[in-house]
């Protein structure tokens, strides 16, 4: 593989990167506050979350990312490439997210609530101060995990015509007619941010293991 | 207490030595144990009597001497001088029975299955021959009522009795207990010990790893004591108990009276 | 005509897709879960084999797979291996599935009290049966959710194979969307398809925890 398979390779792994990137970001936070609001318990709002992770979680990547892209235009939203994968990835992200925290929020022990109010704290504070900073050392192991799980799925990417770190071995293969040598260079490099994200992972769960809830 | 016939010993250890990273368990264990005795095993812990008894069955494997079980050779193949294989192993395992402090019943099966499954699955035996064993075997424990139970209900000593007739429904040479009642609440501890006692009066060859004193005396035909690894007194119980030769083991009975 | 009549117009080619998700999703898992248990007894022995297989497990952990189906599918041609995609997918979702049925099992053999392999061992038990008997059942009783996640997995890869061109339930509703141009109705249908299967597995997964239930293995 000459330099310019090896450049386009590299452009590849950046437009998954990037895209992966953002939707992370935005996945974790919303999944967060989806949780959040479930914890609230609002009547109407609780059931629609529900529905709303049930079918995130069961829907594949490649069908919503085209639903998304084809969709949008019937409603009047111009909707470019990029934009509709990161809003798939998003929501689909979310929803994992927002049940790895919610389970992080129902093991906490209610003892550290009754001490915090004990003492006089509010709540906000007490959860600010005591409860957040552990739900993050809790729910990092599995909200690293889901991060290498979205990176895995982002080839979905490719059914819209994205040109990410998957696609891009046909552009090149395109062109040298030689389809083996990117694919595997593709999966080496594949390979090494999963496997960067797997380390972090292992020492997220560490430190989660030596809060010991 | 039974009649010890002079034939092939049911097991014959000699020079049994093993240690465990660097620090010496076993060593120079010599002992025979002939059809139909009861042996007690005693000693202080770490005295190295449990890794004596999993040599017996190559659960733990020595690291010199040799081990015979009715007259064949565990752990290392005689004819070809080489360690035996997986297969070779459960063969002669087959032969022999055991039973652990934790019971070790496993899960999944009920009471019946689990005294089945050996016969069935190691001796190839069909399952109806294998479930009037097992009926048999769980009446003489006293448990004729709990066939379809699971482990996950039973108390400490019924799970051990039926561990007991789990290791009897192979029909084994030798059957190894591995301190059977030192996991059991004390109220638990005589049901177990009356079912060995039953054994032992059948004749079984049994070779029991305990602190039970009082069983010792009353059942078994040799007591060792195994001190830091040694084997250092062996006896027949009346001498043990009342007139031991060493004053280490004076000095135990003193302590455990 | 409106765009729901034109959905029932459309049937035949749901239902092919749907069939073909369906094939693929329910042979792709069971090949996977006998390579999985096999892997697993593999690793049983320390030898240089179970070293392999190790490796292998975790190298499907760090790919994504669609590539592993490209490789398969563009990839293995070069090579003088040409096959259908349909095939190519098949064996890609048995490959990549067997390892993450395999590292579930392993995980959960790790934890696995030793007493019960040793009460096996000690009543003459071979390695083969110990494991089919003694090893196995326990090891899918304590990781039954795990699994059902992983199927629940398996069966959206199964949409990754539209990008190499396989006609299953994705490729046809996009089929239907771009031969009547009523995407969002094709795409709900599609969807609420795969949630459909999702719940019924779910379904059938809480009826089988009740195996374990029943025999005391807690949080089943």
Not at chain 2, 48 to 61: A, P, V
Not at chain 2, 238 to 252: G, H, I, Q, W, Y
Request: glycine share 6%; proline share 4%; with cysteine.
């Amino acid at each position: 593989m000459n330099t310019q398979a090896w450049l386009l390779l590299l452009e590849g792994a950046w437009t998954t990167l990037w895209l992966c990137g953002i939707a992370i970001g935005i996945g974790v936070v919303l999944g967060l506050v989806i949780a959040l609001i479930r914890l609230a318990k609002v009547p109407f709002v609780e059931q629609l979350l529900v529905l709303y992770i049930s079918l995130a979680r069961a829907t594949p990547l490649v069908t919503l990312v085209l639903f998304l892209f084809l969709s949008a235009p019937v409603f009047g939203i111009n909707m470019n490439r990029n934009t509709a994968a990161i809003v798939a990835m998003t929501l689909n992200t979310a929803a994992f997210n927002a049940e790895i925290w919610r389970a992080a929020f129902l093991s906490f022990s209610r003892d550290q609530r009754e001490a915090a109010l004990a003492c006089g704290m509010t709540g906000g504070v007490f959860f600010r101060r005591i409860m957040l900073p552990q739900m993050i050392t809790t729910s990092l192991p599995g909200l690293v995990n889901e991060m290498s799980f979205l990176i895995k799925g982002s080839p979905a990417v490719a059914v819209i015509g994205i040109v990410d770190l998957t696609r891009v071995t046909n552009r090149i293969s395109a062109v040298t007619y030689d389809p083996l040598p990117p694919i595997l260079a593709a999966a080496v490099l594949y390979m090494l941010i999963i496997g960067v994200l797997l380390k972090l992972q292992g020492l997220a769960e560490r430190k989660a293991n030596r809060l010991a809830m | 207490m039974s009649e010890p016939s002079i034939a092939i010993p049911a097991v014959s250890i000699r020079k049994l030595s093993k240690s465990f990273d660097g620090v010496e368990v076993l060593r120079d264990i010599d002992l025979v144990v002939n059809k139909g005795e009861v042996v007690s095993v005693l000693g202080s812990s770490g005295s190295g009597k449990s890794t004596m008894l999993r040599c017996i069955n190559w659960l733990e494997e020595p690291d010199r001497g040799s081990i015979h079980i009715a007259g064949q050779r565990i752990g290392i193949n005689e004819q070809t001088r080489r360690k035996m294989t997986s297969k070779e192993l459960a063969t002669l395992r087959a032969r022999t029975g055991m039973v652990f402090q934790g019971f070790n019943l496993w899960p999944h099966l009920s009471v019946i299955q689990n005294v089945m499954e050996s016969p069935i699955y190691v001796k190839r035996m069909p399952k109806d021959q294998a479930r009037a064993i097992a009926v048999e075997l769980l009446e003489k424990v006293g448990l004729a009522d709990k066939h379809e139970a699971y482990p996950f209900t039973l108390s400490g000593g019924q799970k051990q009795r039926v561990a007991i007739a789990r290791a009897l429904a192979m029909s084994p040479e030798v059957i190894l207990f591995d301190e059977p009642t030192s996991a059991l609440d004390p109220e638990r501890v005589g049901e177990v010990l009356q079912v060995m006692k039953n054994l032992s009066s059948e004749g079984y060859t049994m070779i029991v790893v305990t602190h039970e004193m009082e069983f010792a005396r009353a059942v078994s035909d040799q007591v060792v004591f195994l001190d830091k690894g040694r084997i250092i007194e062996k006896a027949p119980p009346l001498k043990f108990f009342s007139n031991p030769d060493t004053e280490r083991v004076r000095k135990f009975l003193e302590i455990t009276a | 005509m409106t765009e729901w009549t034109i959905l029932w117009e459309a049937r035949a080619l749901f239902l092919d897709g749907l069939l073909a998700t369906l094939g693929l999703f329910a042979l792709s898992i069971i090949c996977a879960f006998v390579l999985g248990c096999a892997w697993v007894f593999l690793l049983e022995e320390r030898n240089r084999l179970s070293i392999v297989v190790r490796g292998w497990i975790n190298l499907m952990r760090t790919l994504p797979f669609l590539i592993l189906a490209y490789l398969l599918y563009y990839g293995l041609p070069e090579l003088g291996l040409r096959m259908s995609a349909w095939t190519a997918g098949l064996l890609a979702l048995v490959i990549y599935h067997a390892a993450y049925f395999a590292e579930i099992l392993r995980g959960s053999r790790l934890v696995l009290p030793e007493g019960y392999i040793e009460a096996a061992k000690a009543h003459g038990f071979t390695p083969l049966r110990l494991y089919l008997r003694i090893t196995l059942p326990q090891l899918l009783i304590k990781t039954r959710p795990l699994l059902g996640n992983q199927l629940i997995i398996a069966l959206k890869d199964t949409a990754f194979l539209t990008i190499i061109t396989v006609q299953e339930l994705t490729a046809a509703a996009n089929s239907v969307q771009s031969t009547y141009f009523i995407p969002t109705q094709a795409f709900v249908v599609v969807i609420v398809m795969y949630w459909l299967i999702s719940i019924c597995l779910e379904l059938a997964l809480k009826r089988a925890g009740r195996f374990g239930a029943r025999r005391g293995f807690d949080h089943v």
